[in-house]
C-alpha cells in the first residue's frame, strides 16, 4: 500500500500538488492555505446562505465583505479566470469532477 511514497523516495521524485497559475493582483476571499483545504466547503455554505439565507455577502476571517458568486467573485478578471490553468489542474490530478459547472458558466479561458 506504500508503494508509492517509497518508490517515488527512491527515485528523489516528489511531484505533489500540480503547479497552477495564481491571479496576479486582488485578494481572495480566505488564506491560500484554507481556499486549498476548503473550497468545495465554503462554496457549499455560500450556496447555501445565499438561496436558503438570502445572505448575499460573505465577511471573511480578515473581516473583508465578499459578494457569495462563484461567478462573478471567484472567476472576476482579475481572480480565477482561467479554469483551465487553475481549477482545472487540481480538479484532474486528485481525479474529481465538480458538478459547479452544471449550474455556473466558466469564464472564457484566455
Not at 2 to 19: C, S
Request: proline fraction near 5%; charge should be negative.
Amino acid at each position: 500500500m506504500t508503494f508509492p511514497i517509497w518508490y517515488n523516495a527512491a527515485l528523489g521524485e516528489d511531484k505533489g500538488r500540480p503547479e497552477v497559475v495564481k491571479p496576479q493582483s486582488g485578494q481572495c476571499v480566505e488564506s491560500t492555505e484554507y481556499m486549498m483545504a476548503n473550497h468545495m466547503q465554503l462554496l457549499n455554505e455560500w450556496r447555501n446562505w445565499y438561496v436558503r439565507d438570502e445572505d448575499h455577502y460573505y465577511t471573511s476571517a480578515a473581516g473583508h465583505k465578499h459578494k457569495m458568486s462563484l461567478t462573478n467573485t471567484c472567476f472576476s478578471s482579475q481572480c480565477h479566470s482561467n479554469v483551465s490553468e487553475f481549477c482545472d489542474r487540481c480538479h484532474n490530478y486528485v481525479g474529481v469532477q465538480p458538478y459547479c459547472f452544471d449550474c455556473h458558466l466558466t469564464p472564457k479561458d484566455k
